[in-house]
Nanobody, 124 residues
Framework: QVQLVESGGGLVQAGGSLRLSCTAS????????MGWFRQAPGKEREFVAAASWSFGRTYYTDSVKGRFSISRDNGKNTVYLQMNSLKPEDTAVYYC?????????????????WGQGTQVTVSS
């Protein structure tokens, strides 16, 4: 069993930055791919970024490439999402998730464990 707790959300002006954190409890953090998803009001939850447990691979959705960066500190059981050059369309609840998958990392259905979410609001 893995429990995930996100933090770091908030209100920021367009062009600003935020860093989200997600700390996992339980064992074997290093064997989980960690992902970030987001859900805006009235929209489906969508993939944002993931960091696989093997080979250190990272994945991003096209709309955040060059602006967002995912990283993990296995010693702290924590994954981060650094978000720069934020846009109003980035406004959403951001969720951290964990999966044993190593390649199917963009699909919400691949993730067995989810955090409670943290709100990110970008004002124009």
């Amino acid at each position: 069993q893995v429990q995930l707790v996100e933090s770091g959300g908030g209100l920021v002006q367009a062009g600003g930055s935020l860093r989200l954190s997600c700390t996992a409890s339980g064992r074997a953090f290093t064997t989980y791919t960690m992902g970030w998803f987001r859900q805006a009001p009235g929209k489906e939850r969508e993939f944002v970024a993931a960091a696989s447990w093997s080979f250190g691979r990272t994945y991003y959705t096209d709309s955040v490439k060059g602006r967002f960066s995912i990283s993990r500190d296995n010693g702290k059981n924590t994954v981060y999402l650094q978000m720069n050059s934020l846009k109003p369309e980035d406004t959403a609840v951001y969720y951290c998730a964990a999966t044993k998958e190593n390649t199917v990392v963009r699909d919400t259905g691949a993730y067995a464990y989810w955090g409670q979410g943290t709100q990110v609001t970008v004002s124009s």
